[in-house]
T-cell receptor, first 111, second 114 residues
Framework: TQLLEQSPQFLSIQEGENLTVYCNSSSVFSSLQWYRQEPGEGPVLLVTVVTGGEVKKLKRLTFQFGDARKDSSLHITAAQPGDTGLYLC???????????FGPGTRLSVLP | DSGVTQTPKHLITATGQRVTLRCSPRSGDLSVYWYQQSLDQGLQFLIQYYNGEERAKGNILERFSAQQFPDLHSELNLSSLELGDSALYFCASSPGASSYNEQFFGPGTRLTVL
């Protein structure tokens, strides 16, 4: 089973700061998804990346897929309290059976 | 609101009991996924159904079973419950079966086993 690692585990920053969180695997990803989950709710998809080296932007969020497709990063510019939540990366394992989620980065943006 | 509904929202039961969790997917979605989320294990994929057929199986215990009905709603049955089964159970749906499809998650059922 493909395992996903995410770092940091926790991040607490002030409003207006920039931050980057990471998702890594020892195996190549076929594709990778980033989700955000707020307390008491289900995860919500932010982006899907498929091609090595791909960069996608969603307002203040920038997602990058590593050239070797074994890592990904999420950069948030000028963080706002509304960005607070659990950021999860996810993929389907190489056998195409198991959906695998990383342990998540819990982000807290203080006003 | 994702369009996925789950009932009940909360469930409290005792060890050894059996419960059924229900999920209605978004209109038009053929795939339904079940996940378990606990503090120590994170979000764990249990099983996927596509148009009534089992499509993929994850870390689902033998005490757990699921099915998808002709109207595409799904039920997750948990039996011989143990304290460790206490968790949030999420259902998600997507239009197709591909891993590229966006999964839309429901609000979850919080199960507490006493």
């Amino acid at each position: 089973t493909q395992l996903l690692e995410q770092s940091p585990q926790f991040l607490s920053i002030q409003e207006g700061e920039n931050l980057t969180v990471y998702c890594n695997s020892s195996s190549v990803f076929s594709s990778l998804q980033w989700y955000r989950q707020e307390p008491g709710e289900g995860p919500v998809l932010l982006v899907t990346v498929v091609t090595g080296g791909e960069v996608k932007k969603l307002k203040r969020l920038t997602f990058q897929f590593g050239d070797a497709r074994k890592d990904s990063s999420l950069h948030i510019t000028a963080a706002q309290p509304g960005d607070t939540g659990l950021y999860l990366c996810a993929t389907r394992d190489n056998y195409g059976q198991n959906f695998v989620f990383g342990p998540g980065t819990r982000l807290s943006v203080l006003p | 609101d994702s369009g996925v509904t789950q009932t009940p929202k909360h469930l409290i039961t005792a060890t050894g009991q059996r419960v059924t969790l229900r999920c209605s997917p978004r209109s038009g979605d053929l795939s339904v996924y079940w996940y378990q989320q606990s503090l120590d294990q994170g979000l764990q994929f249990l099983i996927q159904y596509y148009n009534g057929e089992e499509r993929a199986k994850g870390n689902i215990l033998e005490r757990f079973s699921a099915q998808q009905f002709p109207d595409l709603h799904s039920e997750l049955n948990l039996s011989s419950l143990e304290l460790g089964d206490s968790a949030l159970y999420f259902c998600a749906s997507s239009p197709g079966a591909s891993s590229y499809n966006e999964q839309f998650f429901g609000p979850g059922t919080r199960l507490t086993v006493l």
